[in-house]
């Protein structure tokens, strides 16, 4: 298993304030493991979100859609192993049920609560067994851990991901924490499969919609897998203001404060998932500069991150950069290939757009656990970093076997 040891794993334990959680076993795949979820913040919250850009779209995303319109929430129901997806008028029937079970156990109205599913597209959720287990997951509300929610939503996920902050507004710490899950299926344009980040900062729902959309595109829109992007992608963002700060405003300096330390977190996020990527042995970032525009620079890191050619040399130890060269040709970004310089970790193998001769000592580069892969356009000044990870045979048997 590949694991992000240099991350500090020590804050995990620290939640903030008036969230409390809730597991439980509703056997929605297979029996023997929590598949069931639920986040509840004693106090309404603040929140905001951002989802999937597929066409199509699970119906725990079209329900959340709808009611994240009103900036307000106060309880998450999470499945893994159903998607929910695909699953016409009844998935939508099941997923406002599931939510409203949630709110008559609570006391809270149903429009507080928002739900999220991850797993096999196409199947019908088990509602039976569902409506079996919510007594039991409202009864165990405050018995479980943010981790024990992480381990609970994960799929093929291997750790749980899980992530604190403090940081300090006036006289009041706060506290952000976030969870995800993801290891395949992973090429998002808004977040990651799914992402629950709770605060228990005073903050308006401007504020915290701005410092989500940018901290989503510098982290998971930065993130690639696989090159395949899911019907269920979800990143919910709650803050219920209970650490009794000053509120937050857009543009105030708590406000950069607050996004510096959100941005921190899901890149923290993103990485974890890329150690995780399904069949994974190594961790990938792809870092291209002296672009023309943060977009084409961005641009150009997909379409290698996104190369199976460049991520199966990656996994055989090969330095084989003119793959690198190609992805970037077909990227459609503005480029001279004479001037085109092409890093593994600090070894040159390009200059200007030939090979520098140093084939040998890349190759024992890339048997290191990290790899990062520069490239200079020198093209101008903009800059982006995709993270990924090496493409396996193990990928293809986890994927092969998914439904069995």
Request: include cysteine.
């Amino acid at each position: 298993m590949l694991k992000p040891e240099h991350i500090d794993y020590k804050s995990k334990k620290d939640t903030p304030e008036g969230f409390l959680f809730s597991t439980a076993e509703a056997a929605i795949k297979k029996p023997g493991r929590k598949d069931i979820a639920l986040i509840y913040s004693r106090k309404e919250a603040v929140l905001v979100g951002m989802f999937t850009t597929n066409k199509v779209k699970a119906a725990p995303v079209k329900l959340d859609m709808k009611r994240i319109i009103s900036g307000k929430g106060q309880a998450i129901i999470v499945n893994s192993g159903n998607a929910n997806a695909c699953t016409g008028k009844k998935g939508l029937d099941d997923a406002k049920e599931m939510t409203e079970l949630i709110a008559r156990g609570l006391n809270i109205k149903s429009s507080l609560v928002y739900v999220a599913s991850t797993g096999v597209i196409g199947v019908p959720m088990p509602m039976g067994r569902i409506r079996q287990t919510i007594p039991s997951l409202i009864g165990g509300i405050g018995k479980a851990s943010l981790e024990d929610v992480a381990r609970a939503i994960m799929t093929t996920d291997t750790f749980p991901k899980i992530i604190s902050k403090k940081i300090k507004i006036g006289k009041s710490i706060c506290t952000i924490s976030g969870i995800c899950k993801g290891a395949g299926m992973i090429c998002p344009d808004m977040a990651t499969m799914l992402c629950f980040i709770l605060s228990d900062i005073s903050i308006n729902k401007i504020a915290l919609s701005k410092a989500l959309k940018e901290s989503v595109e510098l982290s998971f829109n930065r993130l690639t897998i696989d090159g395949d992007m899911s019907t269920n992608d979800t990143v919910l963002a709650m803050a219920n203001g209970m650490a009794k700060n000053s509120q937050v405003l857009y543009g105030s300096n708590e406000y950069a404060r607050f996004s510096k330390t959100l941005i921190q977190l899901t890149d923290e996020m993103a990485r974890m998932i890329a150690y995780d990527g399904e069949g994974a042995t190594k961790f990938v970032e792809v870092s291209v500069r002296e672009a023309a525009s943060v977009a084409e620079a961005k641009k150009a890191a997909l379409a290698i991150a996104n190369s199976n050619l460049v991520k199966t040399a990656i996994f055989g130890n090969d330095a084989n950069w003119g793959r690198i060269m190609a992805a970037l040709g077909y990227s459609g970004i503005k480029m001279r290939e004479d001037k085109v310089d092409i890093f593994f970790n600090n070894v040159q193998v390009v200059r200007n757009g030939i090979a520098s001769g140093n084939d040998k000592e890349a190759g024992e580069e890339l048997r290191k656990k990290e790899i990062k892969i520069t490239i200079k356009l020198k093209n101008g000044k903009a800059l982006a970093n995709v993270y990924t990870c090496d493409l396996t045979g193990d990928y293809i048997k986890i994927n092969a076997e998914y439904r069995t």
